[in-house]
C-alpha cells in the first residue's frame, strides 16, 4: 500500500498537466521571481506568501536539467514532504508506545483524500504541514521533566520558523513552541 501511494503520488507529480493545480499560477510567479532575484510582488495573492517554498522550488528549478519543468518540480517537493510528515507521525507514536497504531494511523495518512490531493499539486501547505509536525513531533519527544538543551531549543525553533517562512499559518507552531 506504501509502494501504491507513494508511485501515485510521484506519477500525478510528473503526468498532471502544468498549472492546473490549486493556484499553480501564482505560485509559478513567484518562484520564477525569487529566480529572477527578488521577493513576490506583495501586491498579488499569493504574494503575501512566505518565500521558503518558492526560495526552494527556484534553487531546485537552477539546479535541475532543462527538460525538467518547474511544476514538476513543486509537486516533487510536496511529495517528499508528504512521505517525511508520515514518517515523522509514524516514528512518534511509535516513541509513545503505540506501534500498532503507528502502522495504522500511517496508512491513513497515506489516503486521505485531501492531503493525497495536495500532496501531488504544487503547495506550500505540504512543506508547512512538515515543519509543523517536525517541530511538534521535537516537543513531544522532549521529556517533561529536564530542562531542553540549548541545541534541543534552537533545532526545534528553526524548525517552527522554517513553518512560518512557508506559510502563514506555519506561525501557529512558533506560538505552541514558544509556548512550550
Request: net charge neutral; hydrophobic share 60%.
Amino acid at each position: 500500500m506504501i509502494l501504491a501511494a507513494v508511485v501515485g503520488r510521484v506519477h500525478n507529480a510528473v503526468s498532471y498537466p502544468a498549472l492546473r493545480d490549486w493556484d499553480a499560477d501564482a505560485h509559478a510567479v513567484n518562484v520564477i521571481a525569487v529566480l529572477e532575484g527578488h521577493l513576490p510582488n506583495l501586491r498579488s495573492w499569493a504574494g503575501s506568501h512566505p518565500p521558503l517554498y518558492y526560495a526552494a522550488g527556484a534553487a531546485l528549478w537552477a539546479l535541475a536539467p532543462d527538460w525538467v519543468p518547474v511544476h514538476v518540480l513543486l509537486r516533487l517537493i510536496s511529495v517528499v514532504a508528504w512521505i517525511g510528515t508520515i514518517a515523522l507521525v509514524w516514528r512518534a507514536l511509535r516513541w509513545l508506545g503505540l506501534r500498532s497504531e503507528a502502522d495504522i494511523v500511517a496508512a491513513l495518512l497515506l489516503g486521505i483524500p485531501g492531503f493525497v490531493i495536495a500532496s501531488g499539486m504544487m503547495t506550500n501547505d505540504v512543506l508547512c504541514v512538515f515543519f509543523m509536525t517536525a517541530a511538534l513531533v521535537r516537543i513531544l519527544e522532549e521529556p517533561l521533566d529536564a530542562s531542553a538543551s540549548a541545541a534541543r531549543v534552537v533545532a526545534t525553533a528553526l524548525l517552527a520558523g522554517l513553518a512560518a517562512m512557508t506559510k502563514a499559518t506555519g506561525l501557529a507552531t512558533i506560538v505552541t513552541v514558544a509556548a512550550f
